[in-house]
């Protein structure tokens, strides 16, 4: 059987080619290519009416067939992998409805390699828009509860040990303040993904005097990819933004095995409503944080994407190949959707967690994370250098674990009986500073002014965090409402030629 799509090729593909290789990507991709192909049409049929490369009788019955398919979807198609993939199977049935004549000439002054290409584009800047939605959505929820549980104790832990006294509020707005660098990654990559490579041909140009700044304004971009070749060859605006949303997702994940703790029995100083929760097939008990569980999986689902994007990029020419522009991409695009979902669970599981208040103001007293307060009092207060205070704090928490005395039970006498033995002299430190740097509430307290869970601190940098949020989400809004109001252009002028 002769080629469907070449007179050079005078056999069509292998039917086991076509089975195993070509099928499957086509059943997948074709859905998510058909309203980009559509889109692109329209933009470089209304360019070949305007620069009358095309006479105005063959736009007109182009548009109105491309509208008919748009109408219908993809049930209007059936699909051939003998067609090799989803542009020449559109073709086909375009010029099933028109005649060759006129189906064929929606091709001139264009490849597959820049319409490919600029269907990328398009499909990653959606991704992206849901993308900064989403994230705009998580960190409001996140600086919502940062600010409800500022005052809410709680340990602080280093390598999984308590380290020293926070607030849920506090732990919350790290994590928000690391979303906050991630949108900004993802806002810093808007411009160079939303270029257009239409009209860049297959590597080269074209001899047709073809306007590209008409086709990329027709289709909502701020500006045209300059040069030819890269702009076929490269995808590494893609690989941009994978690698973006790898990073994001390692800051929900890691939020998310940290609560995923926090609700253990033996930790239990997070609590979660049956609505984020699933149970077990065999024991009654179980309330199971499988959501919790997704939401790390998330993390490892994109980074997965983002090493086998850029493992198939990085060996192929600098050109358009279709390891390196299509294979290497085979689970981008489930990817950029995940991440989409994973900000939207991972909202709803901010929404929803809740400190156990007492069982981690418990923590926090018994579990000797205010040592280092102590340390600090003995600095201040004995004239100690910081190490000799830290040996000696090291001493009397030691002291206090074999007596079985929690951290907020350390006394002026305790301490002053670990003096005497280690450095050999009696500290004149008053009871009242021991008593002091023993508090959790006091010692998060007294960390003003740098950074750390004292009220004030905090609400400063939830005030500046919500300055920056309402300016992110304006600078979205703006570029949201840029692209429909050219979608909305494309529309219309594609409609009026039609009519």
Known sequence: MSSKVSGLLSESLDPVLQREMVAPALAKAFPAAL?????????????????????????????????????????????????????????????????????GRVHVARSRND?????????????????????????AAMLERATLHRDVLMPGYTHMQPAQPITFGYYLAGIAQALE???????????????????????????FPIDRAMTARLLGFESVEPHAQDSIGARDQLLELLSIAA??????????????????????TLAFPDTVAQTSSMMPQKRNM???????????????????????????????MIDACVDSFHWAWDALDETRRALAVAEVVVRAAEPRRERMRELVHANFATATDLADALVREAGLSFREAHHLVGAVVRTAMAKGLTADRIDAALVAAEARAMLGRDLALPAAAIAGAVDPAKAA???????????????????????????????????????????????????????
């Open 35 to 103: 309203p980009l192909i559509t889109a692109i049409n329209k933009a470089h049929v209304l360019m070949l009416r305007e620069r009358g490369i095309v006479a105005h009788d063959v736009a007109r019955s182009l548009a109105g067939a491309i509208l008919d398919l748009e109408r219908q979807g993809p049930g209007a198609f059936e699909l051939d992998p003998a067609r090799e993939d989803s542009y020449f199977n559109y073709e086909a049935r375009l010029v099933e409805m028109v005649g060759a004549d006129v189906g």
């Open 181 to 207: 660098r991630d949108h900004r990654r993802f806002a810093e990559s808007w411009p160079r993904l939303n270029r257009g490579p239409l009209g860049a041909g297959a590597l080269a140009g074209t001899s």
């Open 247 to 268: 990073i994001a997702a390692t800051n929900w994940g890691r939020m998310a095995q940290d609560f995923f703790f926090m609700t253990t029995y033996e930790f239990a």
């Open 445 to 499: 307290e007294a960390r003003r002014g740098t950074g750390g869970p004292a009220r004030e601190d905090v609400d400063a940098m939830l005030a500046a965090m919500r300055t920056t949020l309402a300016r992110d989400a304006a600078e979205f809004a703006a570029r949201r409402d840029a692209v429909a109001a050219a979608e909305a252009r494309l529309d219309e002028a594609f409609r009026a030629l039609a009519a």
């Open 115 to 139: 319409l490919y290409a600029t269907m990328d584009r398009l499909r990653a800047r959606g991704a992206l828009m849901a993308i900064t939605r989403g994230m705009l959505d998580l960190r």
């Open 290 to 320: 499988t959501t919790l569980e997704h939401l790390k999986a998330s993390a490892a689902i994109v980074l997965g994407a983002q090493v086998t994007a850029l493992a198939g990029f990085r060996g192929a020419n600098a050109s358009m």
